[in-house]
C-alpha cells in the first residue's frame, strides 16, 4: 500500500519561500506522474502542479507559474515543491497525490494516491 506523507509547511511572511516534500513508501512511484493540489477553507481542492515520471514534462496552475516548481527525485522516491514570492491567497493545505500512470494531469481525480496534506499559511 502506497503511502505519500507530506513535510515543509509552516508560518511565512508575504514574499518568502518554502520548499514542499511528499516522500512516498509502499512501492517505488518512479514510474507515476506526482502532482500537487491545495484546498482553502470554504473552497473545492485546486490544482497547483503536477510532474510526469521523467520530470521532463510539467504542468502549472496559471496562480503560481512563475513562482513555484515541481520537481522530484526518483531515486529517493520523493516530489518536491518550491514555492517563492508567497502571496496570502497561496494559504491552503497541500497535498501530494499520485496517479496511477505515468502521464501528468490537472484533475484531482486522475490521482489515486493523496498524503494527508501540510499547511501552508502566508501571512501579510
Known amino acids: 500500500q502506497v503511502q505519500l506523507v507530506e513535510s515543509g509547511g509552516g508560518l511565512v511572511q508575504a514574499g518568502g519561500s518554502l520548499r514542499l516534500s511528499c516522500a512516498a513508501s509502499?512501492?517505488?512511484?518512479?514510474?507515476?506522474?506526482m502532482g500537487w493540489f491545495r484546498q482553502a477553507p470554504k473552497n473545492e481542492r485546486a490544482f497547483v502542479a503536477a510532474?510526469?515520471?521523467?520530470?521532463?514534462?510539467?504542468y502549472y496552475a496559471d496562480s503560481v507559474k512563475g513562482r513555484f516548481t515541481i520537481s522530484r527525485d526518483n531515486a529517493k522516491n520523493t516530489v518536491y515543491l518550491q514555492m517563492n514570492s508567497l502571496k496570502p491567497e497561496d494559504t491552503a493545505v497541500y497535498y501530494c497525490?499520485?496517479?496511477?500512470?505515468?502521464?501528468?494531469?490537472?484533475?484531482?481525480?486522475?490521482?489515486?494516491?493523496w498524503g494527508q496534506g501540510t499547511q501552508v499559511t502566508v501571512s501579510s
Open positions: 509502499g512501492r517505488t512511484l518512479s514510474s507515476n506522474a
Open positions: 497525490a499520485a496517479r496511477f500512470s505515468g502521464r501528468a494531469k490537472l484533475e484531482p481525480d486522475e490521482y489515486g494516491y
Open positions: 510532474i510526469a515520471w521523467s520530470g521532463e514534462v510539467t
